[in-house]
């Protein structure tokens, strides 16, 4: 039972999946900053640096800390010398095992067992709680671990979980609102009836939007370790006084980011000075992000080229030619690296003008003004529905995962998306041929 509290306040530090044993993927050859400098490890060494400035209670781990199994060595020294550190400083770790670390996690909690600030919960799908304490206020976790590799059926299924005094949170490693699936799916309804005050899931690494009055979802991994993992990442920090959660905001420590940067190329007037044009547009973004002494160390960028532009033959062979030479941009003290570019463009050259065409410019043409209709349309609602049935084998991806909308909206976004892509491609193709044999 945790005694740490820092004055009318209690700190937590909750994280989710980390997988440390692996690395991050896409990283240029010649870059400055290797794939070890911009690890889950160093999310993790740092996550354990922000927990003891911050005095905080205790460090959540909500499944995946491990990769894999044969990590055993590498997870026994990372995760080890950062629970010794945590423990030295007073702070508690309590983890649940997810469907990554099912053998591992428990593996490495038994050579911590001298080690009391390092607790598993629910080892072999038992659910299991532990109540912290402090001056600040009460707080007891419910957590369940996974058992094996695959679990089919809801962990929450027959499962009474009595409140304590204080707040009461759940710890998980779920699949949620994903019914038939073999990692712990879980509906949301049961969440809400297990009659808990929040619940903190790992397994999905696009984090929700978490609030202390909307206390469900996913934290999301703990650094991205691809560019489909884009966008801040870090621990939540939440801050409970009394019997209620005050504040819970995410902590973006994480050393490598993923960014995707749309640069509309319509005021190009120089083919030639495209870098200049898109180096301009990155230092803004910089700025927009972080604070000059703040951010992560390293970025990858996934630019996409958009707008009306008279260079629709040019920019496709320019992009390339960018993902190729930009493997190392110097920004504010950060690493950039371009690691695709794309070109949206479009020629100048009104839509619906080109729709009037009796061709397969007009018709393409046609087909993308119909995407910007209201969802009501019939013509927009027939169009969807073709092209859902041939994109579903892949919109099921866990990255395509939404955050606050709902099945039916995400879905049809991500077709949107694909189409708007697709047919803007194909046009600027079309055009260029119709250039050419001009």
């Not at 820092?6 to 989710?16: D, P, S």
């Not at 659910?127 to 962990?155: A, C, D």
């Amino acid at each position: 039972m945790g005694s740490k509290g820092t004055g009318r306040v209690m700190k937590i530090l909750a994280v989710g999946d980390i997988h440390l044993g692996r690395l991050p993927s896409r990283i240029p050859e010649d870059f400055p900053c290797q794939a070890r400098e911009l690890s889950p490890e160093e999310a993790w060494r740092r996550t354990v640096d922000l927990a003891i400035g911050e005095q905080v209670a205790a460090v959540l781990l909500a499944g995946d800390v491990i990769e894999s199994e044969k990590d055993f060595f590498e997870g026994y020294r990372a995760l080890g010398d950062g629970v010794n550190r945590l423990a030295e400083a007073g702070v508690e770790v309590i983890a649940v095992a997810g469907n990554h670390d099912v053998e591992v996690l428990p593996r490495l909690a038994r050579t911590l067992a001298d080690q009391p600030a390092f607790t598993l919960l629910g080892e072999g799908g038992v659910w299991q709680s532990h109540t912290l304490k402090s001056s600040g206020g009460q707080v007891t976790i419910w957590g369940w671990s996974f058992p094996r590799r695959q679990v089919s059926n809801s962990p929450l299924a027959g499962a009474t979980l009595e409140r304590g005094a204080g707040l009461t949170l759940g710890l998980l490693h779920c699949d949620l609102d994903q019914r038939g699936s073999a990692y712990a799916p879980v509906m949301r309804r049961e969440l809400d009836d297990a009659g808990l005050d929040g619940w903190l899931l790992g397994h999905i690494h696009l984090p929700h939007q978490l609030r202390p009055d909307s206390l469900c979802g996913y934290l999301g991994c703990l650094s991205g370790m691809d560019p489909g993992e884009h966008g801040a990442r870090g621990p939540w920090m939440l801050t409970v006084a009394g019997d209620r959660l005050e504040n819970m905001e995410q902590i973006p420590i994480a050393p490598l980011r993923w960014e995707r940067l749309q640069v509309d190329v319509g005021e190009l007037d120089d083919i030639g000075k495209l870098e200049e044009f898109l180096l301009e547009k990155i230092q803004r973004h910089d700025v927009s992000l972080f604070a000059s002494d703040s951010g992560p160390d390293a970025v990858g960028l996934r630019v996409q080229f958009t707008g009306q532009t008279r260079f629709v033959r040019e920019i496709p062979d320019s992009a390339r030619q960018l993902v190729e030479n930009a493997n190392h941009i110097g920004i504010s003290g950060r690493h950039y690296f371009i690691e695709h570019c794309e070109a949206l463009v479009r020629p100048r050259t009104d839509l619906a003008e080109l729709a009037a065409r009796n061709d397969p410019l007009g018709l393409l043409a046609g087909k993308l003004l119909l995407l910007d209709r209201p969802q009501e349309d019939l013509e927009r609602q027939a169009l969807l529905k073709a092209a859902t049935a041939s994109f579903r084998s892949t919109l099921s991806e866990s990255r395509w995962r939404g955050v606050e909308s709902s099945d039916k909206e995400l879905l049809e976004a991500q077709v949107v998306e694909r189409l708007r892509r697709t047919g803007t491609t194909a046009l600027q193709t079309l055009w260029a041929q119709r250039e050419s044999a001009w």
